[in-house]
């Protein structure tokens, strides 16, 4: 698929790049405004849709109805903080997917092909803070 070249894209993609904090798509549109004043939110979801369905971004769901972005496509867990909202990467070892879609065996009639796990509790930040008081 040939893809014509957008400033607004690339404007997209190189803040979320490097971007470990898994930002919004409000996030997102509220930092490219600054480059591109016109840019619509209604651009900055098409473009984050393109790029996922690029496969350059994956989406995360943390169940507050918010879909957050996360440009490691690698299958990995996520950590969301009850405090402050914080959403961290938890790196497992593949092999604990592949375990916990086998065990779906026998006890799912349907065919588990992927599972992404969302671990809640404290921060680090959150956890030193309470322990500062």
């Known amino acids: 698929m040939s893809l014509k070249y957008s400033k607004q894209r690339q404007a997209i993609w190189d803040f979320l790049k490097d971007k470990d904090t898994h930002p919004t798509a409000d996030d997102v549109y509220l930092h490219v405004r600054q480059e591109y004043p016109n840019i619509s939110l209604g651009t900055v979801y098409r473009n984050l849709i393109l790029l996922r369905d690029l496969g350059q ?77």
């Open 57 to 133: 971004l994956s989406t995360v769901d943390i169940g507050d109805g918010t879909l957050r972005y996360d440009p490691c496509v690698e299958e990995h867990d996520h950590f969301v903080c009850t405090k402050c909202g914080t959403v961290l990467d938890i790196r497992t070892d593949p092999c604990e997917h592949t375990k916990m879609i086998r065990n779906t065996e026998g006890i799912f009639p349907g065919v588990v092909t992927g599972c992404r796990v969302l671990y809640s509790g404290i921060c680090p930040s959150c956890a030193q803070n309470s322990t500062d008081d």
